[in-house]
């Protein structure tokens, strides 16, 4: 009879070290997932930023050399507009400027939530398995 008390209890334990081991392995893999997913939406939104900063960029200098060539044909360098053409640019250089850092801090601050999210969910995960 103690033989059969003593099995069916060590069949107890190890049921619930079982059951115990397989919610810790799905807490893990959800985790996973919740980091993997997080970093797929931070590269998303690093790449977005990279291409529009390149497009603000890129309108900028062609905006710019469109005024200088349209500067040249009208003989505007000649008569002395030169430096006012060139602070007209340096202005749109500086704007293009802020607007890309604005762009840049959005990205970095919607990244850096989205890991403290993930971050939160995961405790969460941890502490209600």
Do not use: E, W
């Amino acid at each position: 009879m103690k033989k059969i008390i003593l099995f069916a209890s060590v069949a107890i334990i190890a049921f619930c070290l079982q059951s115990q081991i397989v919610s810790a392995q799905t807490l893990n893999s959800t985790n996973q997932a919740n980091r993997a997913a997080r970093r797929q939406g931070n590269v998303a939104t690093r790449k977005t930023t990279d291409s529009t900063v390149h497009k603000n960029q890129v309108s900028t200098y062609q905006s710019n050399s469109t005024t200088r060539k349209d500067a040249y044909a009208d003989s505007a360098i000649a008569n002395g507009d030169g430096k006012a053409l060139y602070q007209q640019n340096s202005a749109n250089r500086k704007a293009t400027l802020q607007t890309n850092g604005a762009v840049k801090k959005d990205a970095i601050q919607s990244n850096s939530q989205s890991r403290r999210t993930t971050a939160q969910q995961n405790r969460a995960n941890r502490q209600n398995p």
